[in-house]
């Protein structure tokens, strides 16, 4: 067993500008809005100076939250700890680029699915793509300006409706940001799945995710909350890392016995993933 998780990903509010046709943020009701100021910040303050790599984001868009510099300088008040971000690139009026930049970010990256309007549309990302353009160019520039190490990687996920474009987008992108790709597309659990699929998980042998509300859940796809393993606000990182139920539901995965967990038995992420050399499966 990993005795502490190398990343750490928390859900501080709830909400995004989106309605990407592959995710199910939308179709959530739970709550709060927002993570308590005292909640992320245990989380943090419980797991500072081993080296993580956090994510303050889930389910969600990460520039909706207005407190994100506030939240990214406390993260990187520990000196060996990092950030990331996935977005949208859909800002919002109270998106502070500079702030969130100088705080600390050490990797973003910027879906954005389509490089024509009509292929962008057909994502469910929202709004006009040449904002979202100018957006991540926005940031790109102050980026440089700042001089700062902030990695930036836009990608788009490969469908039917933009395959014809992809190599514009990687050429385009590739001029003004660190990376461009284009990445596989992936079915969240539940999401039209009828069988389970035997096969252990490599996600959840480094990584914890913490819900919007406190609740530790042992996968960041668990958008209805069927996986969760305790609660931070009544138990530490490391009391819930260490717990019995995410040991018990590691042992089923490692086994590649997901159908005996409610939130993997419909789950058929890593399909494609090599397990011959994997230790006890």
């Known amino acids: 067993m990993i005795s502490f998780p190398s990343i750490i990903q928390i859900e501080t509010t709830i909400l995004c500008n989106s309605s990407c046709v592959f995710c199910p943020q939308n179709e959530m ?3 709060p809005k927002y993570m308590e100021e005292a909640v992320w910040k245990k989380i943090v303050d419980e797991s500072r100076g081993k080296g993580i790599l956090y994510r303050p984001f889930m389910i969600n868009e990460p520039f909706v939250d207005p407190r994100l510099p506030e939240i990214i300088r406390y993260i990187r008040q520990d000196p060996t700890a990092r950030v990331e971000l996935n977005s949208n690139g859909h800002f919002v009026p109270k998106t502070n680029v500079p702030a969130i930049i100088e705080a600390g970010l050490d990797i973003v990256r910027f879906s954005i699915d389509g490089f024509s309007q009509e292929a962008y549309d057909k994502s469910g990302r929202g709004g006009k793509l040449q904002k979202i353009v100018d957006n991540v160019l926005m940031f790109a520039e102050e ?3 700042q001089k700062a190490d902030c990695y930036i990687e836009v990608r788009m996920i490969n469908m039917d409706f933009n395959r014809h474009e992809q190599q514009e987008f990687i ?9 461009a790709i284009v990445t596989s597309y992936y079915d969240w659990p539940w999401s039209g799945q009828t069988e389970s699929f035997s096969a252990p998980c490599p996600k959840v042998q480094k990584e ?3 819900m919007v509300d406190g609740q530790a859940t042992l996968c ?3 958008s209805h909350e069927r996986g969760i393993v305790g609660d931070v606000k009544q138990n530490t990182v490391e009391e819930l890392w260490k717990g019995a139920k995410m040991q018990e539901y590691k042992s089923y ?3 590649g016995e997901r159908h005996k967990i409610l939130l993997c038995s419909k789950c058929d992420a890593y399909k494609d993933y090599d397990f011959s050399t994997w230790e006890g499966y």
Do not use: I, P
């Open 143 to 145: 980026r440089n300006r």
């Open 171 to 179: 050429n385009f992108w590739s001029k003004h940001v660190d990376e």
């Open 220 to 222: 960041c796809w668990d």
């Open 208 to 210: 914890m995710f913490f």
């Open 253 to 255: 995965l490692n086994k």
């Open 29 to 31: 009701t739970r709550g």
